[in-house]
């Protein structure tokens, strides 16, 4: 950790004129927003357009609970007006950056502080962390409600309208939009859980989905809490959730992205229930990067297989 930090003050020490004069010749022209995850880096080109300069600094495909960054991520966090960023534990390495370097000429936008975070919780059957947390852990996946998103998405136009007075308007317009979009989202959300004949739903698998499930008023049964670093659930478990599907006649077991998938292989297996995705687009595949895949598509697609799984 020392090395680190040496590392991190010379990079920034030996960057910063290079970084100020970067930064002063292009402010006239397309800023930069660095994002670290994708939803939010997916919102912010929704509402910049081509008037901004967008990045993200977890590689697609990549696990975020271990991603440190680079001396040429921490140059381009430097070098940006607008930093966005989730908030939660798992980014413990943004506040260690953010101390170190001037951040008078940057606005930060924390995810988590745009919403009512809640806490994760312990479900019957859910498996614990080997070691217990002293303190309580919040749910980071704010973003799984979509009225979460509109709160988030109205806190980087802000932003970005206060950085880009003369762009602001269209920066608002592209907003609107895509808050209609948010509100046909939830509405189609609210719907499939009022038609099922149920609002349990299982996961073979991480839950990061707490927002979505006090939003929807969902029940849920899963292996483990959504920011859990465990993947290897007890035989106790296993057979928790496999009981509770065949009691329930449960007709879905879901899995989340990036997921080996072998638990949820093995309940459907045992079971005879659909496997099914959903996603919580904390990141995603470089495949789905490449072809330019967004958060309502994803959304959407996860509002059609809850529908499957509430029937």
Request: hydrophobic share 40%.
């Amino acid at each position: 950790m020392k090395q680190w930090c040496i590392g991190v003050l010379m990079v920034l020490t030996l960057m910063t004129v290079e970084a100020r004069a970067k930064q002063d010749n292009t402010a006239a022209a397309r800023f930069s927003v660095v994002t670290t995850v994708f939803p939010a880096y997916d919102f912010t080109r929704e509402i910049a357009g081509s008037d901004v300069s967008v990045s993200i600094l977890l590689p697609p495909g990549a696990e975020s609970h271990s991603f440190e960054p680079t001396p040429q991520d921490i140059i381009r966090i430097q070098n940006s007006a607008l930093f966005i960023c989730v908030g939660g534990e798992s980014e413990s390495w943004v506040e260690r950056v953010l101390s170190s370097m001037d951040t008078s000429r940057m606005r930060i936008v924390r995810m988590m502080d745009c919403v009512q975070t809640l806490e994760e919780e312990l479900v019957e059957g859910m498996q614990a962390e080997e070691e217990e947390e002293e303190e309580a852990a919040y749910d980071e996946h704010v973003w799984t409600s979509p009225r979460n998103t509109m709160r988030i998405v109205e806190r980087i136009t802000a932003a970005l309208a206060a950085l880009d007075t003369q762009n602001a308007v269209a920066y608002q317009q592209r907003a609107a939009a895509y808050l209609v979009e948010l509100e046909t989202l939830d509405a189609a959300f609210r719907n499939a859980v009022a038609s099922g004949t149920r609002n349990t739903i299982v996961f073979g698998d991480r839950f990061p989905f707490r927002y979505l499930a006090e939003e929807y008023g969902l029940s849920y049964f899963a292996a483990f809490p959504g920011c859990s670093t465990e993947t290897e659930a007890s035989a106790a478990t296993v057979a928790f959730l496999i009981r509770k599907i065949r009691e329930e006649h449960i007709p879905v077991i879901f899995h989340i992205e990036l997921s080996n998938e072998r638990m949820a292989d093995m309940i459907s297996e045992e079971t005879g229930s659909a496997k099914r995705l959903l996603h919580a687009c904390h990141n995603i595949s470089k495949r789905d990067f490449d072809q330019g895949r967004t958060y309502l598509e994803l959304m959407n697609q996860n509002m059609i297989n809850l529908r499957e799984a509430l029937r």
